[in-house]
């Protein structure tokens, strides 16, 4: 039976479809819930005249797809919290950039940063009106700091803050990053300017932080290093917070990140392990169902307790079908589980579908039940142990085919080595996990014993360090790739096309593989088509100044930086890959830069400015001490700019002079990169 001919795989696609078209074009919930009454009445004309005809016809199944669009449309409105007339955004009465008194529940603890706690709360009254939103709040470090738990009740005095957009070209967007998310605002505030409320009402959240802090108390009394606990916390626990950057890093750079992210392969193994555990369960009377209801309670209290991200819900949902369809004894096609929990994901959260480990997990899964029994039948070994490791070997590179693509347009790298890290750790994950609940279950009721938990520190720590040593590999880590959307829309065409190919090869689907290698010759084609132009740019860098100049696929830099520093500078690299740049350049700053059309003078921290040329820019750097009205009445620019060496209070006494003067300024702390194509 063909994968397409599932009923559900198709409304699933119409669902994702319509998902996209709704966060794309921003239509109100009134005009979408009109359209699906629409469907529905049209639908439901159509079934009753096929019936009475009693032949059947294209536009009932044409409607029931154009219903799954709307449907998905309708969802992601009706999930979308500005449509909420409760929302804090859309209270009148109230100017959220005024300061408020905000009442507010802590619904997640994010990573901390140098200067700030920081947590994604949800509103629960806005002065003294009802509200609900989420919000990010910062709170300012200090010797008296202590962290707040989920469910915690808060009430500060402060005024809802815009989240930064990016400065610079090709910078991460975490303004973006966070609207899909719901969150649009930000507070900050200081540990001495919060009121702690009294509450007994707690969420099945709040049981679950105070289960996890719960057991992170028992687990510091023996000897886990900080590492250790980091590990165990992020692969059993689902949280990643205290997980400092090296090591996240070398998880990443090592490509077994996704061991760290509880997903379906931590999922499935404790599916195998409840299996096992609660097979005695069957001999009771009606215990089979017993167990099935005991195994899908166990696996969304674990989906709970780490966090309920979008990959471990995914997983947990995808392997609740598996344990049901295990119990009925009836088989099942993995295609359609999958689109089965995408389409019940997508359904009660939308928004899932933009998370990246929403996408990379289905991307993977898909990938390993397309693939792997392809590339495992290139070799059979006759040693069990061998093909095991071969097996295991296989099932990586298809997961890593699955999200190459994907990886390479959001992390622009790719780790060569991944199949070191992944045959050294996945086949004793399922041990690592085991052991780490059994010592995590010992630990709560106080009976783990000191040697238990030290072997286990032990079995973590080995993992760190080869994950540390694959990591420290560089030569064979390819950082800065450049790869668009384009790019990985026709390179998933291309892995499609040839699988289908490899799999039955016949006519049409040579037609379809060639085809395929065109739209990415194409794309290519056309990205350095589109890539091969000028560009003169003044990044935004605090306390510095950076200029760069961008020809083709050359770009020059002027800078203020030490060599090392603009070595590893990220806005440059940021730059580099966004605009597939092959080579770069750096020099000193210029006073003076003239592009075909127009020249800039630069005014540093000497203020010297008496040019005889004629000025079309200025750019102020460094501070300095001048009459701007004096200089604008010398050069008559048509333009000033201001980068972020200056001070903010001069740069904001510019501003004022050029608003009276009635000429453009343009300050890059405020505005961004100034950019001349």
Known sequence: MKALNFIIIKLTFFLVVGILLAHSFHLSLAHTFYIIIGVIILSAITFYIENQSFSKHIWFGLLAYIFMLVLGMFTYNTHHHKNFARHYSNIKSVDITDSNYIY????????????HNKYVV???????HYAKGNTLLNIKKSQNSKPFSVDDILLVQSAFEDIGSPLNPNQFNYKAYLEKQYIYHQLYTQQEHIFKLTSNHKTIFGYADMLRQNINKQLITYDFKPEELAIINALILGQRQDMDREMYTNYANAGAIHILAVSGLHVGIILMILNIVLKPLEQLKRGHIIKVISILMLLWSFAIVAGLSASV???VTMFSIVAIAMHVKRPTNIYNTLCISIFILLLFKPIFLFDIGFQMSYL????????????????????????????IFTVTIAAQLGVLPISLFYFHQFPSLFFISNLAIIPFLGLILGFGILVIMLSVINMLPEMLANIYGSLISTMNLVVSWVSKQEAFLIKDISFDASQVITSYIFILASVLAYRKFHFKRIIMFLISIMLLQGTFIQLKHINSTEAFVIFHKSRHSIIGKKKNDDLKIWHSLDNDAIQNENIISNYKVGNFINSISFDSLYNVYKTPH?????????????VSFKTDYVLLRNSPRINLKRLIDSLQPKLIIADGSNYKSYAQRWKATCLKEKLPFHYTYEKGAFILK
């Open 364 to 391: 993977a899964v898909f990938a390993i039940v397309s693939i792997q029994p392809l590339l495992s039948k290139l070799w059979i070994p006759k040693w069990k142990l061998l093909n095991y490791f071969w097996q």
């Open 122 to 128: 949800e509103l629960i009254k806005l002065n003294d």
């Open 313 to 315: 819900t995914r997983a």
């Open 598 to 610: 127009k020249t800039l003078l630069v005014v540093d921290s000497l203020g010297a400015y008496n």
């Open 104 to 115: 507010f529940r802590i619904k997640e603890r994010l990573k901390p940063t140098q200067y």
